[in-house]
């Protein structure tokens, strides 16, 4: 199932993804914000377990925003993840 998340509080307008039946995420593309880091941290997300994603990027601030990219991954994977269940 493809989802689409509007980020709050980052320089990356929105990031979409796939979710399997297994909870592997893949696809995952940011528009916006820090070209190299969100390709970084597309590919390096690429093919794992939304709930481990979720714990390790969950929390994870850019400078003194209360949020980042990662963090922003994280919060569309839960609100996924709710709409899977």
């Known amino acids: 199932m493809e989802f ?8 990356s307008r929105s990031v979409s993804f796939s979710i399997d039946e297994n909870h592997t995420v893949t696809g995952i593309s940011f528009y916006g914000g820090c ?13 794992a377990k939304a709930e481990d994603l979720i714990e ?8 003194f925003k209360p949020t980042s990219c990662p963090d922003q991954l994280a919060t569309a994977l839960e609100q996924a993840l709710s709409q899977l269940n």
Do not use: D, M, P, Y
Request: a positive charge; one cysteine or more; aromatic letters at 0%.
């Open 56 to 63: 390790r990027l969950k929390g994870i601030r850019c400078g």
């Open 4 to 11: 689409t998340h509007t980020c709050k509080g980052t320089c």
């Open 35 to 47: 070209s190299g880091n969100t390709q970084g941290v597309a590919k390096l997300c690429e093919g």
